[in-house]
């Protein structure tokens, strides 16, 4: 069942109350920053109506407590600066959310932006040899970090479990993404190389993984933690698919930074943004916008097309082209 709609009477008087519980009156501007300065916890979990808190109060800092958030806050991520309060009974009560300084997350079943962390610095995409890599669903991810301006990084896992051909096929695959800015690292969260390099990307960083179910999120985040903090399970015997292991979002502290572990996914849907926002996603594309002979250019057989244009100049790859046409006839597919 879905929330009833508040009114702007209420929608008011949650915000005041909001206020209230940060610290600020009436008068006071509030800024990201002073938010944030104001909390006093930070979530590691949530489980439904229950979130775990990471106490920030110096003289309590690192104790995790299981909560349970006040009514009509919005909902709760991993990664959300709260104000938070003891119940008297080993638990405690979220009582305002900060501001948030960004957030990642992904359309749910009515198309709509639903966010699955928050306040962090780097996306991590991760991808494998094993399931088969789709450059779409990969395409689909950098759209949507782009969308939400976040930093993307992508990681190729199981190197170890590629031979000669099949690494250059995907060192041709990876050419693109290198050719147009994005940093790429080939790493084995089974033998450890690549490691060295990912821990300097990470570094000082709050970085949340997403990918497909059995790229190795939770392999790669048990090795980097030098221990195991995530569960693993193999791929499916019958379907070249990961099994989910991971079903919530978890932050996790290692040496030098923060992960935060995601659950894996089969789709990635774009339904909440439109084909405007898809070429802006397209960061190659964006040198050539509003360079085309027609306003509404399609990009696709109209004369005097920038992009068609780019194209045969060798300055944008046949296959981002294509992958930024499958995306947009998709527009309008949820999850």
Request: proline content about 3%; aromatic content about 6%.
């Amino acid at each position: 069942m879905s929330k009833r709609r508040l009114s702007k009477h209420q929608l008011a008087r949650i915000s005041q109350n909001q206020r209230k519980e940060l610290g600020f009156d009436q008068t006071d501007s509030v800024d990201t920053q002073t938010s944030l300065e104001k909390c006093n916890g930070r979530i590691t979990s949530h489980y439904g109506q229950h979130v775990d808190v990471e106490s920030l109060i110096t003289e309590d800092k690192g104790r995790v407590i299981r909560c349970t958030q006040r009514s009509n806050l919005p909902k709760l991520v991993t990664g959300d600066l709260v104000v938070w309060a003891d119940d008297g009974a080993d638990g405690g009560v979220v009582l305002a959310l900060g501001q948030r300084r960004n957030f990642f997350g992904r359309s749910n079943f009515e198309g709509r932006l639903k966010p699955i962390a928050a306040n962090i610095d780097l996306v991590l995409v991760v991808f494998a040899s094993s399931p088969t890599p789709h450059v779409s669903l990969i395409d689909r991810y950098l759209v949507a970090i782009e969308q939400l301006q976040l930093t993307a990084v992508l990681i190729l896992n199981k190197l170890d479990l590629l031979n000669e051909v099949e690494l250059t096929e995907i060192d041709n695959m990876l050419s693109v993404y290198i050719d147009i800015g994005y940093p790429v690292l080939q790493v084995s969260a089974e033998d450890g190389r690549g490691l060295p390099e990912l821990k300097q990307v990470l570094a000082n960083q709050t970085t949340i993984l997403v990918g497909q179910s059995g790229v190795g999120k939770s392999s790669l985040l048990n090795k980097l933690s030098n221990g195991k903090l995530a569960e693993v399970a193999p791929l499916s015997a019958t379907w070249d698919r990961g099994t989910h292991t991971t079903t919530t979002s978890s932050l996790y502290h290692m040496p030098g930074f923060d992960l935060i572990d995601s659950p894996g996914i089969r789709e990635f849907g774009l339904g909440h943004i439109d084909e405007q926002q898809v070429f802006k996603g397209f960061i190659e594309f964006r040198p050539f916008s509003g360079s085309c002979k027609f306003r509404d250019c399609s990009h696709r057989t109209e004369p005097g097309c920038a992009i068609q244009s780019a194209v045969e100049a060798g300055q944008i790859a046949v296959k981002r082209v294509e992958s930024y046409f499958r995306i947009v006839d998709s527009l309008g597919e949820l999850g």
